[in-house]
């Protein structure tokens, strides 16, 4: 009898297997079961905005190709020929009706079709399908108020389905204003040697880390706003828990910008006075790898490079109507707290590094890890640790569940 995940992630119990953070069986696993099936984000529609525009970018460790083809249409390609494999495109991002393969010239079109084959007639003598070569297409592609995203599985379920709550919490990055979105000056990019399941948990519901992780960061004035706290609550890990959600940004074209549409954001996102929700949004992550920080407008994708390494992709998002001056207040606002020079990033990224590194001690192996916090008391106002331990349950269902069908996507952990 092979090992289940769920006997490794024990939810119930709140005890991590350490190996689930390090040995590459497992890793190959999600490759397989999460990152093979789940809906995954691919860029914003900015980035892609004219026909033939494209945009590079991964699902798990395969490279892929986001393109708006000729007719407008979006589309996610594994970034391979079809003949011998090497990459159709190296460039970050551009527009180009067509790839052509740099190994022996097959070109694909932005919509996939094979259109140039050298030596069609002399070396094919006409007889390729070119048809049937085309680029390796993912099997759905949907954009949710911009944010695209793709899944290689035609089982997966309609992409507002998937999201389920985290659509909200999305809303308050991207469906805040009248004005569409639109990302800021590329993509910040970095590589760090930690398993990518300690990022993306941590910004989906490591409740407990905040106040002691960043606690110099809070004696900084520009920071001093930003203050969750153990007592936090909420669906999300580092919800506000100011009254005046503006707070956060204590002064400045940020908060005067904000200010501007106040009520049109509660209107939109359906938000009573004095919601305990706040209005500026929080921090979360669409499982697998994508994760939020309303706060300071950004979303990220923490991509795997094996077991024990992960890039991550942060981008700054804006509002596309707001002044220049608030756009360039809201890159810096992200990039002095979340980059790899950023104050908190460093704080974060440093906890993950050593947890990772841990984890692949054959003695250290032998003691599983606690995520204990509220366990046995979770309910709808007490929710520390409930989030985590979500979190991975969600994780250990995906990987032990052979089909879609066996995914239980309205179950939450402690509601039961
Ligand atoms: S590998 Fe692309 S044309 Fe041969
Ligand atoms: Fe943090």
């Excluded at 892609?48 to 000729?70: A, C, H, I, Q, W």
């Excluded at 469906?175 to 993509?187: A, C, F, N, W, Y």
């Excluded at 990022?199 to 519901?205: E, I, S, V």
């Excluded at 939109?268 to 790898?289: C, H, I, M, Q, W």
């Amino acid at each position: 009898m092979l090992t289940t995940m769920a006997s490794m992630a024990r939810a119930d119990k709140g005890l991590l297997d350490r190996r689930i953070f390090v040995d590459p069986d497992i890793y190959k696993q999600e490759l397989e079961q999460v990152f093979g099936r789940c809906w995954l984000y691919l860029g914003h529609e900015s980035q892609v905005d004219k026909p033939n525009d494209f945009l590079g970018t991964y699902m798990g460790e395969d490279p892929v190709l986001l393109t708006r083809d000729s007719k407008g249409k979006l589309h996610g390609f594994l970034n391979m020929c079809r003949h011998r494999g090497n990459r159709i495109s190296r460039a970050d991002f551009g527009n180009c009706p067509s790839f052509m393969c740099t190994y022996h010239g097959w070109t694909f079109t932005t919509d996939g079709k094979l259109v140039g084959v050298p030596g069609y007639k002399e070396a094919y003598f006409e007889e390729l399908d070119r048809s049937q070569w085309g680029l390796v297409e993912t099997a759905q592609i949907e954009s949710y108020k911009g944010l695209v995203f793709a899944t290689w599985d035609r089982q997966a379920p309609p992409l507002i389905k998937y999201l389920g709550g985290m659509s909200f919490e999305l809303d308050f990055l991207v469906g805040r204003h009248d004005s569409p979105t639109q990302v800021l000056s590329g993509v910040n990019r970095w590589a760090l040697n930690a398993n990518w399941k300690y990022p993306a948990d941590n910004f989906g519901g490591d409740d407990g880390h905040h106040a002691i992780t960043h606690g110099s960061v809070r004696h900084l004035d520009s920071d001093r706003a930003y203050s969750s706290s153990f007592a936090g609550r909420g669906g999300l890990q580092a919800r506000n828990e100011l009254r005046d959600p503006l707070e956060n940004f204590k002064r400045g074209p940020i908060r005067d910008y904000y200010r501007s549409h106040v009520e049109e954001a509660k209107k939109r996102l359906g938000l009573k006075e004095n919601d305990p929700r706040g209005y500026a949004g929080s921090v979360g992550t669409v499982f697998p790898n994508t994760s939020i920080h309303c706060v300071r407008h950004s979303i990220r994708t923490w991509h795997p490079r094996g077991p024990t390494k992960t890039e991550i992709w942060s981008y700054c998002i804006v509002d596309k109507d707001a002044p220049d001056e608030v756009k360039n207040a809201m890159k810096t606002y992200l990039t002095g707290s979340f980059s790899p020079g950023g104050v908190l990033e460093q704080d974060d990224m440093n906890n993950w590094l050593q947890s990772t590194s841990t984890a692949m001690s054959p003695t250290a192996q032998k003691y599983v890890q606690g995520i204990l916090a509220g366990l046995g008391h979770d309910s709808e106002k007490f929710t520390i640790g409930t989030k985590l331990r979500q979190i991975y349950a969600r994780w250990a269902n995906m990987m032990d569940a052979p089909s879609w069908s066996e995914v239980k996507l309205d179950w939450r952990y402690g509601r039961e």
